[in-house]
């Protein structure tokens, strides 16, 4: 059976999002770096609501498509549309922001795609849904949504700035 969750439930894991991160800030730089594509719209909203607190806060977006461990199961080759760090990461805490964590390979192709800007200080993890299904050892810091689901399902996630809308669907294998 197909589910659907609206902008509202979004726009709620937005704010999740925010009040997680908000409650770790302190003194050090921080920047937040969305990995492309609908990570770095995650990351833009949650800019948006976390400037209020820190007005200095970073933004970044970061392609991985040349750090993908799947080009064999891709129809077609990875379109590149650039990364865009334009601050010094050397001893910045990062925090990566991506939209569903599911087997964790996304996040190590943007580790390492981030470590070759420099040696940030700390590399924290938000993720706007967390499916579960890991096939690496890595989790998220910060999670706006947690979705049961079985391994196989598929999680579409469509955002306003990307898709024109704002919507979730989990639909079974």
């Known amino acids: 059976m197909n589910r ?23 003194d050090e730089p921080i920047a937040l770096v969305g990995i492309r594509s609908r990570g770095d719209e995650v990351a833009e909203r949650l800019c948006r609501v976390l400037s ?7 933004l970044g977006v970061l392609d991985i498509s040349l750090y993908r461990d ?11 549309q650039g990364s865009e760090i334009d601050f010094e990461i050397e001893a910045t805490r990062i ?4 939209d569903v964590l599911f087997t964790g390979r996304t996040i190590r192709a943007a580790l390492d795609a981030l470590c070759d800007y ?5 590399i924290e993890l938000a993720v ?4 579960g299904h890991r096939e690496m050892p890595i989790q998220a810091d ?19 700035g990307t898709d024109g809308e704002d919507k979730i669907e989990i639909k079974p294998a």
């Open 118 to 122: 420099g040696r940030p200080g700390r």
């Open 95 to 98: 925090v990566l922001v991506d």
């Open 128 to 131: 706007l849904i967390d499916r």
């Open 70 to 80: 799947d080009y064999e199961h891709l129809h077609e080759n990875p379109q590149l």
């Open 52 to 58: 209020e607190d820190d007005p200095d806060l970073m």
């Open 142 to 160: 910060f999670v706006g949504i947690r979705l049961e689901t079985s391994r196989h399902d598929h999680v579409y996630v469509s955002l306003e």
């Open 4 to 26: 659907t969750l609206d902008a509202e439930a979004i726009e709620a894991g937005i704010q999740e999002l925010a009040r997680q991160i908000r409650a770790t800030l302190g």
